[in-house]
C-alpha cells in the first residue's frame, strides 16, 4: 500500500469534531469563495472547497480522497442502476459518488442521513454540484428509511450500498435489505471504518459461510467482549448527538454468500483505515 500524501491531510479530530457548528461553518465558506461561479455544477470543485475547510479550518469526518478511490474504482466496474449510502454527513461521499455513478450510466443515488440539519447542508451542496437530478436525501433513521423506500416503490434493489453511519447498524441494516430482497445476488457492499474505529460484527457477518451463519442462528451465544465494547463506544457517540441508538431485529437471509474483502487506505488526517468490500455472489 502507498503511504499516505500528509501535504493533503485534514486537520486533526477534536473531542468534539461534528454538529459543533462546523457544517454551516462548511456552507458559509464554500458559497464564499471566489470563484463560486466555477464551483457551480462542478462536483470536483465543490470536492475541493470542501477538501480545503478540512485541511485548513477543522476537521470533517468525510471518507476522504484515498478511501473515496477504492468506491469510485468500484462504482465504475459494476455501474450501478441505484446506490445507496447509508450515512451522508455533509455530502461528501454523495457528490464523490453521486457523481461517479452518473458517469457510470446510474439513475439514482440515495443519501440516507438521520439528522436533518446535516441532510440540508447535503441538499444545498448536491444542488451547488448540479447532481440533484440523480441524488436524492432522505431523513430520518436509516432502517425506517430504507423499509419506506422499499414500501413506496422506490427502492426495489440495490446494486451497491455504501456503509458508513452507525456502527453497530452496519450489520441490522444490511438484514434488514436483505430481507426485503433489495441485496441479492449481485449486490455490492462497501463498508468504511472496518479499521478505524473498526467494526468486527459486521466483518463476522459478511465472512462468514452460510454454514456458519445458520449455526450461529440456532446456537446464538451473543457478543463477545471486543464486540460488546466497541458496540458501546458508538452506542455513546451517537447518544451524545441525540440520535436513537435502537437497532432492528431482522433475521436477514442468512443463505446468501458473500466473497468479501479488505482494501487498506486511510482516512483524511492519514490514518490507516480500510473499504471491506463485499460482493453477493450466491444463495444456497
Do not use: W
Not at 464554500?30 to 470543485?45: D, L, M, T
Not at 422499499?150 to 438484514?175: C, N, Q, R, V, W
Not at 472496518?194 to 452460510?210: A, F, K
Not at 458473500?258 to 468490500?277: A, H, K, M, Q
Request: proline share 5%; hydrophobic share 35%.
Amino acid at each position: 500500500m502507498p503511504e499516505f500524501d500528509q501535504s493533503k491531510a485534514y486537520a486533526g479530530q477534536e473531542e468534539v469534531f461534528f454538529d459543533d457548528g462546523r457544517e454551516i461553518e462548511l456552507l458559509h465558506f464554500v458559497y464564499g469563495k471566489s470563484n463560486i461561479n466555477e464551483i457551480r455544477g462542478n462536483p470536483a470543485k465543490v470536492l475541493q472547497a470542501i477538501d480545503e475547510f478540512g485541511r485548513t479550518k477543522k476537521y470533517l469526518m468525510n471518507v476522504g480522497e484515498d478511501k473515496g478511490k477504492i468506491v469510485t474504482d468500484l462504482i465504475a466496474e459494476v455501474k450501478p442502476q441505484t446506490m445507496v449510502e447509508l450515512g451522508g454527513y455533509i455530502g461528501y461521499s454523495c457528490i464523490l459518488f453521486g457523481d461517479a455513478v452518473r458517469k457510470a450510466g446510474g439513475k439514482r443515488y440515495y443519501s440516507l442521513e438521520r439528522n436533518p440539519e446535516f441532510g440540508a447542508v447535503i441538499d444545498s451542496l448536491v444542488h451547488l454540484a448540479g447532481l440533484s437530478d440523480i441524488v436524492k436525501v432522505e431523513i430520518g433513521s436509516s432502517d425506517a428509511s430504507i423499509k419506506r423506500l422499499s414500501d413506496e416503490g422506490l427502492l426495489k434493489h440495490i446494486d451497491l450500498m455504501f456503509l458508513d453511519h452507525y456502527k453497530p447498524a452496519y450489520t441490522s441494516d444490511l438484514k434488514l435489505c436483505e430481507e426485503l430482497k433489495l441485496v441479492t445476488p449481485g449486490s455490492v457492499l462497501a463498508a468504511d471504518n472496518v479499521i478505524t474505529p473498526g467494526n468486527p460484527p459486521y466483518l463476522e457477518y459478511v465472512r462468514s459461510s452460510v454454514a456458519e451463519k445458520q449455526n450461529k442462528i440456532k446456537q446464538p451465544n451473543g457478543q463477545s467482549a471486543p464486540d460488546a465494547r466497541m458496540a458501546a463506544r458508538s452506542v455513546n457517540q451517537y447518544a451524545q448527538r441525540g440520535e436513537s441508538t435502537s437497532l432492528g431485529n431482522s433475521a436477514g437471509n442468512p443463505n446468501l454468500e458473500y466473497d468479501s474483502r479488505l482494501v487498506n487506505s486511510f482516512e483524511p488526517t492519514g490514518e490507516p483505515d480500510g473499504i471491506e468490500i463485499s460482493r453477493c455472489v450466491g444463495e444456497e
